[in-house]
């Protein structure tokens, strides 16, 4: 299963790898290659969970709809149309 370097996903989304960093510095992201190819990031709002949900689902599949949940205000789980798994939250 393939994985992306910050600099993949900053062309991918058109967000600057600075940034990137920059928001995983304050805490606003925090991203790690888990065991069985998930990528697990943490954003900074509930609707950042739901905008990012929406536009990865496209061209792949929904393993767990954006929804409140006991340890977080808004968690999912997507597959993208590159096969990666992603597991996002806000808490």
């Not at 190819?37 to 496209?58: I, N, Q, T």
């Not at 968690?75 to 590159?82: A, G, M, P, S, T």
Request: charged letters at 25%; aromatic letters at 12%.
């Amino acid at each position: 299963m393939e994985s992306y370097t910050v600099s993949e996903i900053s062309k991918k989304y058109g967000i600057s790898t600075r940034m990137l960093r920059y928001y995983e510095q304050c805490g606003l992201i925090a991203s790690q290659k888990r065991d069985g190819a998930s990528v697990s990031v943490g954003l900074g709002s509930a609707d950042a969970v739901r905008a990012a949900f929406d536009v990865l689902k496209e061209g792949g599949g929904i393993g767990a709809a954006p929804e409140s949940n006991f340890f977080c205000e808004c968690y999912c789980e997507v597959r993208d149309k590159f096969g990666v798994n992603w597991i996002m939250m806000y808490h």
